[in-house]
């Protein structure tokens, strides 16, 4: 098993609908979990963090369920500047006690006009 | 405004050279990351730093080393480069836990 599993898509969304990404991990001692925005040909740049509680940042919505070791984002009212690869990054805890962000091999979104 | 650059954007080399990427940082982060990124595998670890001189191992460390002299350089080294090390490369530098941030990356062609 992936340490950190995304469908690859690719989705294909008109402008303006709502879309939602998941993504599985498969340690369950990670803390830390993030969201970030590959766009064609460039760096990957975080979008937003995700918090126990869930966090919201203007049209993007970002939850952890814990119990079923997920995260997920939230995309509303889609723009055609959203169109990117969504990466899903978790912190892992090797069996040697080393740190590391772990990253997905992305979502690719594409928002049609 | 943070900043990563590194030295080249496209890099062709041949079989066996001695291949160096060159990664700088302004934000005075202590940690600093080199990865590589290939279709459908994802950005994987090939080692970081967490001080000036200190390393450790990646998730695919082989064939490859790394320099930190200064805080703000972080060198990639491809002893005897191979077609099979043809990536790309990002730099990154920040948090092992935390955000980390990547520079514009380095596409290398080995042939």
Redesign the interface.
Known sequence: RKEVEQD?GPFNVPEGATVAFNCTYSNSAS??F?WYRQDCR?????LM?VYSSGNEDGRFTAQLNRASQYISLLIRDSKLSDSATY?CVV?LISNFG?????????TRLTIIP | DVKVTQSSRYLVKRTGEKVFLECVQDMDHENMFW?RQDP????R?IY?SYDVKMK?K?DIPEGYSVSREKKERFSLILESASTNQTSMY?CASGF?????Y????TRLTVT
């Open positions: 690859p803390q830390s993030f460039k760096e990957p740049k975080l963090s990466l912190n080393n740190e590391k962000l772990t990253f997905g091999t992305g | 990865y459908g595998l994802g950005l670890l970081f450790e990646g990002l092992i836990r935390y955000e980390q990547f520079g514009p990356g």
